[in-house]
């Protein structure tokens, strides 16, 4: 049989602008919090995966393993990818094969040293065509919001509640984040500050639908299961980790109103957890906008498509921090999501794994998450890099089915 | 990064917007593929590549940007969106063009979504001065307003002229004017240049024609605005207008750009007309190009008198022996050296010789190329239907006219001056299509254009009936531009914003 994956420790920096840090101090704080965690030292790391999406642009640096190696004076095998989901995933691709026992999945970003380019880099590397047309980072989730309401045809009220909907789903995440420490955006935000930033620009979404730039680092360490009931009382487990792709260019793909690669990613990695999105009641989305959360949730089958904005308004309405889908109640984006939390880019993922690994441990504080049944069993985060064009479905938790 | 090499592929598969259909399904992508997806290895090599340049598409869903990321902020805001064309088979990021809009109140998306849209030529960005100019054909306009799609239908011609003439001709001005004391001015759009003036005017001209672009032996472009001090227009002409017979990525055409203030456009059409009736040559037809973006130093500053009267556009020629609509009857030339008007190398705006340009450059050069032409052909004034003289003022082109004998109903039809303002290389050009756009078969038209520096050029041309049968192929005619409801004014300080371009 395969070995399964697990999560011993984690630890994250405080996302936002690291004017005065290094990236490489970033990543050290990242790793000494969870390292501080379990009994791990760095002779026990057998290799590392690490994530950063612009480093080579923002920071000039070309070779990060080479400086990773540097900070830990280790030799080992070291890897780097994208995004921090990638990562992770290749991390367990290579417990599962046995090939190592404990490694340290980290990312790391650092995003406002090009605070003036950010924008152009972003978008051109997510969507080139897109770019020479003259499309910006924010565009394309306009965009789908609009193909999204002519598909479903929402009009009238129903169009008032869904863009009411989206901008309780800002004001739930920064609620979320002000109970947040690490949080990029610790305060709270009212409906009217997000509907007047949309208003005062006359345009679909404003300032307070979309996810800030931000540095930050996250780290955590990933055994297989024997080792982890060594280290821990409480291993997270891996349960199931999957991706999926789609086109560069966003105009292509076929339906312009959804996310094919989440509902894709998220499918495999259901199956392997043999875990349904009804199990699921906590789960972390990729927030880049509020168009993003509200989508998400219907690719990742949490429920029907063009109805997600009524669950998230009820749930919302009276300033609860769930939405009400179905019956049930679903966490979206506890530690404030990309929204509030941050969004530096290859550290994003390790946030959402923080997150969950957390709330499942019960160790969230004033956040915790309590369902009827007690704590939340199972945790989900899904990430993306670019617009849609990968994403990562990582279903955690702290049990298992043979 | 902008003058690395990609720059030049994104130009070179954007400028035309080129798509490919697969021969056994019929999907459809943007940018050239060798196979389908959908049929595999089997449809290697069996797929079709389609023009998306002379076609239209709907705008089917878009937004509005107001913060551009760094390279589009001289646009300041735009709608940015997405165009589907062939029902959806083909899906592409757009910007709108055209448009000012300085405030979102003012764009109503839904209105404009469902809106169908034409593809045009268009600077693609904001480069470095010291940068290759990136150029793309994502940028759309209405096809309800100013400029309205056309179809391009090639028409294999029938009847062979005994000499050569105009085979057909296109006028570009663009949307933009500035209204000052009783004169209009075209003024570009941020995005629009000589380049884009000198491709919207071959474009135009190959529809009027009807003549396969591939056949199209040579391209002469003929600018005092031109970018560049060195690359040529004519180059971008012939690859976006795929003139010539393709060879892989090249075109199997001769470009050229030429150049005598405002003449270096109707200079060449003695050349032109040369080139086709040399029996050895084997280009059967030529174009010739005058465009500009014409350029003044601001008012108040050296040279600034020029502020009053420059516009924006440009007019092409199609020259051949075959389906003629009006032949080359004669021309006469002549030259010296008169600094009137000059721009140093690296400066960005002409001088100007003041009262001298008058009597001893403009009007010493038209008079006698005019008058020395007539002679030589044995003909008067009164034998004359229409006088196109060039037009750098409203009040030159009058009294010359006046003084070799002809009057208002004979030259008032050429005088473009005051719709479009002085369009330099274009604006004896854009005269002479105003004139063809109206004229009957079996008139006699005498063009004398004048270039600063300075030399003038006299041609006599003579209408045929093709000038009728071909003359409901051009919606978009010089009178079409120049009375367009679409037409939008600007002050005088957007016209200089958009006039310095991107």
């Known amino acids: ?402 | 990064m902008s003058s690395e090499p990609i720059e030049r592929r994104v130009s070179y598969l954007g400028d035309r917007l080129k798509a490919s259909r697969c021969q056994s399904c019929a999907k459809e992508y943007f940018e050239v593929r060798d196979y389908c997806t959908n049929c595999g290895r089997k449809s290697y090599g069996k797929m079709d590549s389609i023009d998306l340049f002379y076609d239209k598409g709907t705008l089917e869903i878009c937004t509005f940007i107001n913060e551009p990321t760094n390279k589009f902020t001289k646009l300041g805001s735009y709608v940015y969106g997405i165009v589907s064309f062939h029902d959806g088979k083909i899906k592409v990021p757009a910007r709108l063009t055209d448009q000012l809009v300085c405030d979102g109140k003012d764009v109503d998306l839904d209105s404009l979504e469902g809106r169908e849209v034409v593809p045009r030529f268009r600077r693609r960005y904001s480069v470095g001065k010291s940068d290759v100019v990136p150029t793309i054909s994502l940028a759309f306009t209405l096809a309800d307003e100013y400029y309205p799609h056309q179809e391009y239908h090639v028409i294999q011609p029938t009847k062979d002229y005994e000499l050569p003439g105009i085979v057909g001709y296109g006028a570009y001005s663009s949307r933009f004017r500035i209204k000052e004391e009783g004169l209009e001015r075209a003024v570009p759009f941020i995005d629009e240049d000589s380049v884009t003036a000198a491709v919207e005017a071959g474009k135009l001209a190959l529809i009027h024609s009807g003549l396969n672009s591939a056949w199209i032996g040579k391209v002469y472009a003929g600018s005092e605005s031109n970018p560049y001090a060195v690359k040529p227009i004519a180059s971008k002409v012939a690859q976006v207008l795929k003139l010539g017979e393709e060879e892989g990525d090249l075109q199997g055409v001769d470009a050229v750009d030429t150049e005598f203030a405002c003449k270096a456009g109707s200079s060449m059409f003695k050349d032109a007309c040369a080139l086709v009736s040399y029996p050895k040559s084997g280009i059967e037809y030529a174009m010739v190009i005058g465009a500009d973006n014409s350029q003044a130093a601001p008012r108040g500053c050296p040279g600034g008198e020029l502020d009053a009267f420059v516009g924006y556009g440009g007019a092409a020629f199609i020259f051949g022996k075959k389906d003629v609509v009006a032949e080359m009857e004669g021309w006469y030339s002549c030259t010296s050296d008169t600094p009137d008007f000059w721009r140093r190398d690296g400066e960005p705006f002409p001088m100007h010789g003041g009262r001298f340009t008058g009597d001893p450059a403009y009007h010493k050069h038209v008079r006698k190329a005019a008058s020395k032409l007539m002679e030589r052909l044995n003909l008067k004034a009164s034998d004359i239907n229409y006088f196109v003289p060039h037009q750098p003022n409203p009040a030159f082109p009058v009294r010359v006219a006046r003084e070799l004998g002809f009057k208002e109903e004979q030259y008032s039809p050429a005088i473009q001056i005051t719709k479009f303002g002085n369009t330099y290389s274009g604006a004896s050009l854009v005269g002479l299509a105003a004139v063809l756009d109206v004229a009957k078969p079996n008139e006699r038209i005498l063009l004398t254009s004048y270039g600063s520096g300075a030399g003038s050029d006299a041609y006599l041309l003579r209408t045929t009936s093709q000038l009728l049968d071909k003359r409901q192929r051009q919606k978009i005619t010089v009178r079409f531009q120049a009375e367009n409801p679409f037409v939008e004014y600007v002050d005088y300080t957007t016209y200089r914003r958009l006039k310095l371009g991107m």
């Open chain 1, 1 to 402: 049989m395969q070995k399964r994956p697990a999560i011993v420790a984690v630890g994250r920096t405080k996302f936002g602008e690291h004017y005065g840090k290094e990236p490489e101090k970033l990543i050290e704080e990242a790793w000494l919090a969870a390292s501080s965690e379990c009994s791990i030292e760095r002779k026990d790391l057998e290799a590392c995966y690490m994530s950063d999406c612009l480093l080579p642009i923002t920071n000039k640096l070309g070779l990060e393993e080479g400086f990773l190696s540097e900070l830990t004076e280790l030799h080992v095998p070291m890897e780097v990818t994208r995004s921090f989901s990638a990562a992770l995933l290749t991390a367990c691709h290579a417990i599962q094969a046995g090939v190592y026992n404990t490694v340290l999945v980290g990312g790391i970003e650092k995003m406002t040293d090009r605070w003036d380019k950010i924008r152009d880099d972003l978008m051109l590397l997510d969507d080139p065509w897109s770019y020479y047309a003259g499309a910006t980072p924010e565009s394309n989730h306009e965009l789908m919001l609009r193909a999204y309401i002519k598909k479903h045809h929402i009009t009238g009220a129903n169009l008032e509640e869904l863009n009411l909907a989206l901008a309780e789903i800002s004001v739930k995440n920064h609620a979320n984040a002000a109970k947040n420490k690490y949080a990029q955006f610790q305060r709270k935000i009212t409906l009217d500050q997000v509907l007047s930033a949309r208003k005062s620009t006359h345009k679909p979404l404003g300032l307070y639908d979309f996810a800030p730039v931000s540095d930050g680092a996250s780290a955590l360490i990933l055994t297989s299961e024997t080792t982890a009931k060594e280290m821990t009382t409480q291993p997270i487990y891996v349960l199931g980790c999957a991706s999926a792709t789609d086109y560069l260019n966003y105009p292509a793909r076929e339906d312009l109103s959804r996310f094919l690669a989440a509902e894709l990613s998220m499918k495999s990695a259901s199956k392997t957890a043999k875990i349904t999105s009804s199990n699921l009641h906590l789960i972390e989305v990729n927030d880049q906008s509020t168009v993003m959360e509200m989508v998400s949730l219907e690719d990742l089958g949490f429920c029907e498509p063009g109805t997600a904005w009524h669950g998230i308004h009820e749930g919302c309405k009276h300033g609860q921090n769930y939405y009400e889908i179905g019956s049930r109640q679903l966490f979206v984006n506890t530690d404030g999501g990309l929204k509030a939390d941050g969004n530096p880019l290859g550290a994003t993922g390790g946030a959402q794994i923080f997150e969950i690994y957390r709330q499942l441990r019960g160790e969230a504080g004033e956040r915790q998450v309590k369902l009827e049944s007690g704590l939340p069993e199972y945790g989900c985060a899904v990430e993306f890099e670019g617009f849609g064009t990968k994403a990562y479905a990582t279903i955690l938790g702290v049990k298992y089915d043979e």
